[in-house]
């Protein structure tokens, strides 16, 4: 692997577009993160790119200046770009447009389930310069083949350490013999697990390799995290007690979908407004949820994991963890969706006993003794 030789301070510094200057500049894009600093200069130059960094650090103008950049000099190739869930396409996509909406001229189809796969298909029938899909549903158009990757000499693979936490493993194999042998390949993610150096290995060329804040990415420094130590029963009150403390947007996740909806309905009972996000609500009800989070009506959401990496709203100014997550990388991600884009937010975490161990697994420390008190009755 190649480390990054090369950097830059502010963006008209790079040779782009003229029309790719201008959606920079339109969306207030003056001087890059770590991430793009660092790997940008390499990947314009169409070399492969490894990119270790924090999540909300940057990474899709990471790659989605130099693929742009290259669909624009080349029209060619077309641009792939893998997300691990719906949201997170969705969010891709629209920076991607955002970029290239001040005359770039560039096309792309966003590519996941919950949509109408006939209008995805035409769609790419009637041309276009770049996708970005969720494994699961581009795999169901190369079968029926209505869409081929034999031109997409530009692949991105983002957030690496969640596809394949979510199973997408032999997905991303079958993909893989669907594209070009000859292309370049930029791979992101926020953490670098063996299985990512495994698939790094084997797909990518020797690769630059940037690791911005070490080798497994910890949370931002702008995040204030702090603990509270409950009880089951008690837990539901002292989330109402703080909510009513806080102010501006509050990201609640859960473990499971049925106590998201548990905890949704007894939010707005209590008077809060609130939105919920899990895997059984449609794709309606969860653009509409992102939407309305988005614009703070509601300010809250509760959420399970499947929002963990699938939001990309930078004003969201605390996260609590209602229940814990089951690994430092989920918690990593979960917190991340504070303090993006330079901000500060705040991380809440509600411990029951029950937690203790796992959470200090989590926060990789050793727990402490506890001292268990017994009583003693006189005999």
Known sequence: MEMADETFQRFSELDLPEALHRGLEKMKFTEPTPVQAATIPTALKGKDVMGIAQT????????????????????????????PTRELAAQIHKVLEQMAGQGLKINGSLVVGGESFRKQSNQYDRGIDYIVATPGRLIDHLRQKSVSLERAEILVLDEVDRILDMGFAPQIEEIMRHVPKK????????????????????????????????????????????????????????????????KGKVLIFVKT??????????????????????GDCSQGERKKALEDFKQGRPAIM??????GRGIDIVDIEHVINYDLPHSREDYIHRIGRTARAGRSGTALNFLTPGDIDGYYAIMNKKAPKRVVFRSHRKR
């Open 56 to 83: 909300g650090t940057g990474k899709t103008a990471a790659f989605g200046i130099p693929m742009l950049t290259r669909l624009h000099d080349d029209r060619y190739p077309i641009g792939l770009v893998l997300a």
């Open 302 to 307: 509760v959420a399970t994991d499947l929002a």
């Open 257 to 278: 979908k049925d106590r998201c909806e548990i905890l949704f309905k007894v939010l707005n009972r209590e008077g809060f407004g609130c939105v919920r996000l899990h």
């Open 183 to 246: 292309r370049q390949t930029m791979l992101f993610s926020a953490t670098l697990p063996p299985e990512i150096q495994n698939l790094a290995a084997r797909f990518l060329h020797h690769p630059l390799h940037v690791s911005i804040g070490g080798p497994v990415a910890k949370p931002v420094d702008q995040i204030e995290e702090q603990t509270v130590e409950t009880t089951a029963a008690a837990k539901q009150g002292l989330l109402i007690k703080h909510l009513q403390e806080k």
